[in-house]
C-alpha cells in the first residue's frame, strides 16, 4: 500500500486515531492483555511483555489495524534504544501455512521517512511476499502472510541512507 492509497474515511479515521495516541513521537509500544480483542500470544518473550503493558493504547490501535483475531507477538525497537521505528508483530492461527502474521512499522521520528516494511512465506523458491514502501509520517503496513513468515523492515535518512534494516522472524504463532 502506496501513501497514496492512505485515502478515504477509514484511512482517516485510522490516521487520526493513531496521531491522538502519539504514534509519531518516541514513546513505548504497548497491549493491554485485559482487553477483549487485544492479547499477548504466549510465545511473546518479556520485553515484548514489559513493553505492552505500559501502554496497551498503542498495541491495541496496531491491533485494530491488523484485523480481528491477531495476538500481539513481539514489538521490537529499532535500531536500538534510540527507538526511530517500532516494529509490531502479531500472530493467528495454528502452525506452519495455517499461521498467520500481521505487521505494521511505526515511524517514531519527526517528519516523514523512506520506510518498507515486507513479509514473506517462509519457502525457499519463490516465496509470496506482501511489501509496503513510500515515503510514511506515521506507518508502513500492514502486511499479511502465512506460512511461518519472515519480516523486513527498513528506514532510511533523507541522504538514503538506511538507518534500520532489520530482519525479524520467521514468525510461526
Given amino acids: 500500500m502506496t501513501s497514496s492509497r492512505r485515502s478515504g474515511l477509514g484511512a482517516a479515521v485510522a490516521a487520526a486515531s493513531i496521531a491522538a495516541l502519539g504514534l509519531i513521537a518516541p514513546q513505548a509500544a504497548a497491549a493491554d492483555t485485559s482487553q477483549p480483542g487485544v492479547k499477548v500470544s504466549a510465545r ?7 513493553i505492552a503493558a505500559q501502554n496497551p493504547e498503542k498495541v491495541r490501535t496496531m491491533a485494530v489495524l491488523c484485523g480481528s483475531g491477531y495476538e500481539l507477538y513481539s514489538v521490537d525497537l529499532l535500531p536500538d534504544d534510540r527507538r526511530f521505528g517500532t516494529l509490531f508483530s502479531y500472530v493467528k492461527g495454528g502452525a506452519g501455512p495455517s499461521n498467520y502474521a500481521c505487521a505494521l512499522f ?4 519527526e517528519g516523514a521517512r523512506y520506510m518498507k516494511l515486507k513479509i514473506c512465506e517462509n519457502k525457499v523458491s519463490n516465496p509470496r511476499c506482501d511489501t509496503d514502501e513510500g515515503n510514511f509520517t506515521q506507518y508502513a ?6 506460512n511461518c513468515p519472515q519480516i523486513t523492515a527498513i528506514m532510511k535518512n533523507s541522504s538514503g541512507v538506511a538507518i534500520i ?6 514468525f510461526c504463532g
Fill in 44 to 50: 511473546a518473550d518479556a520485553t515484548t511483555r514489559a
Fill in 141 to 146: 503496513g500492514p502486511v499479511r502472510m502465512n
Fill in 106 to 109: 511505526d515511524n517514531n521520528l
Fill in 165 to 170: 534494516d532489520a530482519v525479524r522472524g520467521p
